[in-house]
Structure formats: structure tokens, C-alpha cells
């Protein structure tokens, strides 16, 4: 059984910064791409940024320049540093890992972004 566990997220004001990790874990699991997500309230879920096992990355227009997806492959952790915070990018974050066919979710860690 794989488990993804988003810790990190809370309260921030505006231009703040917060880092996000996410641990993976299970029987023979390990990590190829990961990803980050987010909901944000009343919107679907979207794509934040995603990294391959050799560290290239893709993220969305809305964050680059304020937000840098990073992992760990020795712990199985993906991590998501997120500076210049906006109130926009208040939402519940998501780490996800495809896994043999399978697409794994965390279940998230809140990020609320207000002064």
C-alpha cells in the first residue's frame, strides 16, 4: 500500500513563504514523477509543478518565478517552496505519484494565504 503524507501548509500573509513536503512510502514503491496540485475554493484541481526522478521540472505559468518544486530521492520526499504568496494561492495542496499504474494522492495540506 503506497502513502503520500503533505505536511507544511497553514497560515500566511501575503508575500510570505511556506515549504510543502510530501513523504512516500510502501512496499517497493519509489517515486518517479511527482507532482503538486492544488483546489482552491470552487476551482478544479490544477497542476502546480512536477518533477522527474532526474530533477527536470514543469510548472504552471501562474507560479514560476515564486514557487520551486525540489526532491529528495533518497527519502522519497518532494518538497515545494513557495515564496511571494498570494491570496490566490489559498487551496488545499496535493502531492500525487503514479506507481505502477496506479495514480497515488496525498489528502492534501491546506494553504490559506490572508493578512
Known amino acids: 500500500q503506497v502513502q503520500l503524507v503533505e505536511s507544511g501548509g497553514g497560515l500566511v500573509q501575503p508575500g510570505g513563504s511556506l515549504r510543502l513536503s510530501c513523504a512516500g512510502s510502501g512496499s517497493g514503491f519509489s517515486m518517479n514523477v511527482m507532482g503538486w496540485y492544488r483546489q482552491g475554493p470552487g476551482k478544479e484541481r490544477e497542476l502546480v509543478a512536477e518533477?522527474?526522478?532526474?530533477?527536470?521540472?514543469n510548472s504552471a505559468d501562474s507560479v514560476k518565478g515564486r514557487f520551486t518544486i525540489s526532491r529528495d530521492n533518497a527519502k522519497n520526499t518532494v518538497y515545494l517552496q513557495m515564496n511571494a504568496l498570494k491570496p490566490e494561492d489559498t487551496a488545499v495542496y496535493y502531492c500525487?505519484?503514479?506507481?505502477?499504474?496506479?495514480?497515488?494522492w496525498g489528502k492534501g495540506t491546506l494553504v490559506t494565504v490572508s493578512s
Open positions: 500525487s505519484a503514479p506507481f505502477r499504474s496506479i495514480t497515488y
Open positions: 518533477i522527474t526522478y532526474s530533477g527536470l521540472t
